[in-house]
């Protein structure tokens, strides 16, 4: 079977299915491409967490997990993060390609990034690089946090001030 061929089916898998997704890997089909990039950065007291290609941290969602969107009205204040229009995102630093990919939002109807089969997202309130504010928040029916490197989800609690606790 062709790539093309073997690509168009997998596509309209994908659409006939709006819930199942497909969580890409860097495969010849999909290649890495460096408009979206996922990276990693140190940040205090969290310790090295993925980060996008601005610095901003990215948050998973629990319940979410296994390429699944759950929380759809949080998407005003938790912005997944986009898919490039062609192939992948793109890895750096200690980033890894082979845990990138990505799932189809039932929202906006684009493709948002996953790591480790997980939906990736920045938080509104994260305004400027390093800054991780959306750590630990209960929200949504259930906790936004950050993803280590090895796609690991930290539970690491932070001081949110204004009443907000992680737990």
């Known amino acids: 079977m062709s790539r093309r061929i073997l690509a168009l089916?997998?596509?309209s898998l994908a659409a006939a299915t709006?819930?199942?997704?497909?969580?890409?890997?860097?495969?010849?089909?999909?290649?890495?491409?460096?408009?979206?990039?996922?990276g990693?950065?140190?940040i205090a007291p969290l310790g090295t967490v993925l980060v996008s290609g601005?610095?901003?941290?990215?948050y998973v969602f629990h319940?979410?997990?296994?390429s699944r969107i759950a929380c759809t009205p949080c998407q005003k204040i938790w912005f997944p993060l986009l898919a490039p229009a062609t192939g992948v995102a793109r890895a750096i630093g200690a980033a890894?390609?082979?845990?990138?990919?990505?799932?189809?939002?039932?929202?906006?109807?684009?493709?948002?990034?996953t790591y480790d089969g997980w939906p990736l997202y920045t938080y509104v309130l994260d305004r400027r690089p390093g800054q991780a504010d959306g750590q630990n928040i209960a929200m949504g029916g259930g906790h936004w946090r950050v993803l280590?490197?090895?796609?690991?989800?930290?539970?690491?609690?932070?001081?949110?001030?204004?009443?907000?606790a992680g737990s």
């Open 9 to 11: 089916a997998v596509a």
């Open 18 to 38: 709006p819930f199942a997704l497909a969580t890409a890997t860097a495969t010849s089909a999909q290649r890495p491409n460096a408009a979206v990039e996922i």
């Open 40 to 42: 990693s950065a140190k």
């Open 54 to 58: 601005r610095g901003r941290p990215l």
């Open 63 to 66: 319940p979410d997990g296994a």
């Open 96 to 113: 890894r390609q082979s845990l990138i990919g990505s799932t189809r939002d039932p929202v906006i109807g684009r493709r948002v990034v």
């Open 148 to 164: 280590t490197p090895a796609g690991r989800v930290d539970s690491t609690p932070v001081s949110h001030g204004g009443g907000y």
